[in-house]
């Protein structure tokens, strides 16, 4: 503030580099230049045929990517209107429409209800905040701030509970209340899914025993469903999907990326794992299809772009 002397964020522009600022105290305006660099999202099957969503890319950043439930559609974010902001892309039609009015510097990570009515949302303002975003309206219901980047993994079927995990500091998943965003119950070093199967039991990755597992939050019992999974440190809640039956993961190195396919089962004769594709795509991943048949890249373009920025301070 030119008036207090006080230091406060007065806007950003999430992805981009500024590179050039000059304050007139006459004019109380900023004048500022800043440059960023394209961001393009992807779709490739896993026969490694492309599709490069032409109708859903703009000039700007459009990433972090996730199917709908159902495959029907694509989310994305997108700073194209400054801010960046979660859109929709129909596959059958390709419109896009804007669901959110977050005003947010970065989103970090999604996942829709099973209702397809809200949505569990983890973005940053001038804080980090985990919210339930009504999709119609594309309001926040309630939000609750965090002390780092947390990773909404599913819904329960009824839509009352969240499972939401963190990887960064620790490792933990924990069981919230939808409604209120208050956690009901924590279990350390599971992550990567969560898809319940029954009331309060999900299918997760156990950091302890390098397994996929079913893990009940209201007896703690704990069910292997795989083998241990060797090269387990690669993985991230953006590479790995399941629907309770298989689990399908993704591992990458530079532009090559290894699919592989696990069935799950009690029966330890029964657990297989399977080379899917062999595929040489580059871009970073963002899903796999819900029939895992395809998967989402965001992929950088060389080419910077910028502008010449005037902002009245008020």
Do not use: C
């Not at 009940?216 to 690669?234: C, E, G, K, R, W």
Request: net charge neutral.
């Amino acid at each position: 503030s030119l008036k207090t002397g006080e230091v406060a964020i007065i806007f950003s522009h999430p992805g981009n580099d500024i590179t050039q600022a000059y304050l007139n105290t006459k004019q109380n305006a900023i004048y500022y230049s800043f440059q960023g660099q394209r961001v393009d999202l992807k779709e490739v099957d896993l026969q490694g045929k492309q599709n490069n969503l032409a109708k859903l890319n703009s000039t700007l950043a459009d990433k972090t990517a996730r199917y709908s439930p159902d495959g029907t559609a694509i989310y994305f974010t997108s700073n194209r209107s400054g801010d960046y902001e979660l859109y929709r892309y129909q596959n059958s039609t390709s419109l896009i429409d804007k669901v959110s009015n977050l005003n947010a510097t970065t989103i970090w990570y999604y996942r829709l209800s099973n209702d397809q009515s809200k949505l569990a949302i983890v973005y940053s303002t001038d804080k980090i905040l985990l919210g339930i975003l009504d999709i119609a309206s594309g309001e926040v219901i309630n939000s609750t701030p965090l002390d780092e980047i947390k990773f909404p993994l599913g819904w329960s079927k009824d839509d009352k509970h969240i499972y939401i995990s963190e990887h960064l500091s620790s490792i933990s998943m924990y069981f919230y209340d939808a409604e209120k965003l208050v956690i009901k119950k924590k279990r350390a070093q599971l992550g990567l899914t969560a898809v319940e199967r029954n009331p309060g039991e999900i299918v997760a990755f156990d950091y302890q025993s390098m397994q996929f597992v079913t893990y009940n939050f209201h007896t703690d019992q704990v069910i292997p469903l795989s083998n241990p999974v060797l090269n387990y440190a690669n993985l991230s809640p953006y590479n790995t999907y399941t629907d309770g039956k298989a689990v399908m993961l993704l591992f990458k190195d530079g532009m090559h990326k290894t699919v592989s396919r696990l069935l799950l089962s009690k029966d330890k004769a029964k657990r297989q794992e399977t080379l899917v594709a062999n595929l040489l795509q580059s871009g970073h991943m963002q899903a796999f299809s819900p029939n895992m048949s395809s998967i989402l890249l965001a992929d950088k373009n060389e080419n910077l772009n910028g502008n010449i920025i005037s902002l009245l301070l008020k």
